[in-house]
């Protein structure tokens, strides 16, 4: 009988270490590390800001790990430009390997990086760590960085940085009294004199201010915008004229394309943008996240269309005072209210499923600290974007960071729109980057032309999503 019962105590024993460990994993938390140091690795977009700033900030994590988990971990960093970061991730990814342990991503890739068993789906450890069950600022925005598929409750990311298309305009341009009283001759009204101002310009205003500053044989110019064929670039700047509108680019709980991307209000959309390029540049049809970059800081566009994420880079310190961050021109409809949906950019942090224990819970570990509200605003003083509602609605945010005014205003639900999260998102999206950039590039900008090309556009996804 004694040795019955020893038996049973062994077994008892046993199970409690077994869920001792698996607590641990699921749920981070205070267990010693027994001074290990652990090899981590997270994957980011190269040349990005918001993924830089999780590696300068990451020996600050190190420090807290030591101090409260009493492991060491040493971060290693690798990078892939947007269009390349998913391959990147999939190859690794497809051999069942934990080269990444964390994952920066787009949040349009959670359908094809979930769909494989790649991820880890997150909710039931958001359920055992508390510190995860955040308010987010936009529930629309944060959906777009954690939930696939659309409209589920199924949880697969966690924002890493939160962004949406501004404008920034040249302030010391506006303020200067010849453009000033030249521009209200010419058109009748004054240009904004503040940041406030930029609420009332619709299409048809800011249409008069990129001609008015498009003044070539002074090399300056109205507008940078992305036109460029490289991943996403003149989707992401082409979509806030169709929903700015009203319009839709496909609907997804019917997975319908034909009949809602190729309306007449799109097709006019897409030759409106397209018509930009008389104010732009000499290269506007290459211009990417850099080039806007590089045209505005260099004295050639009076305004410019860009992520709120790139403030730090459109606003160096020789333009320190000099530049507008604001909300970006809107539709006006029929009794006479501006529109404003923009495309929300940004990425999700993502888990990699075949990590093991120990990476696992220095993963869940990192994202409790990172989502603190020190690391967090943290984060916002070194030019990062969050998405935590109690720090967005801190005492002071806005001052933080010149466009954080505009980027808080455009994150409001209903102001900005992600794009498909389906596995086929890819193939999707190079239809398209190949239409609307051929269409921005030939002669024919009419929006005759405009609505052929959305037609065939739409035939092409819709045969894609029917497959």
Known sequence: MVKQNHGIAKVVVLLLALFMTISIVACGGNASGDGKT?????????????????????PMFAEYAKANYGYDVRFHFEEAPFESIFQKAATSFASQSQDFNIIICDSQS???????????????IIAQNP??????YSKSASAAYTNYPDGTNNIWG????????????????????????????????????????????????????MEFFTRPNEGTYGVAIQYSKIYDYMTGSLYPFMWSRGEEIWNPSALKVEGVLNTQANAEALAQMASYQQYSPPGALNFDISGIVDAFTTNKVATAFQWAAMGSAMIPSELEGKVWAVVPPGYKDASGNIKRVYSLGGQPWVVNKFNDEEHMKVAIDYLKWWYMPETQLEFARRGGNPLVKSVLESPGFENIQPWFPAFKYMMQDGYSKDFWHVPEYAELLQIQQEGFTSFAAGSNKSVQAARATLDDIARRQQAVLDQ
């Open 110 to 124: 959670l359908g094809a990086l979930s769909e494989p068993g790649w991820i880890v789906q997150l909710n039931d």
């Open 131 to 136: 510190e995860l069950n955040i308010e987010w």
């Open 38 to 58: 652990i090899e981590f690795t997270i994957l980011g977009i190269g040349g990005w800001v918001p993924s830089s700033l999780s590696v300068d900030m990451a």
């Open 158 to 209: 966690l924002p890493e940085e939160a962004d949406v298309l501004i404008l920034y305009a040249r302030k010391d341009w506006f303020l200067d009294t010849n453009n000033r009283s030249g521009f209200s001759a010419r058109y009748g009204w004054e240009l904004p004199s503040s940041e406030a101002d930029w609420f009332d310009i619709d299409y048809d205003k800011y249409a008069q201010i």
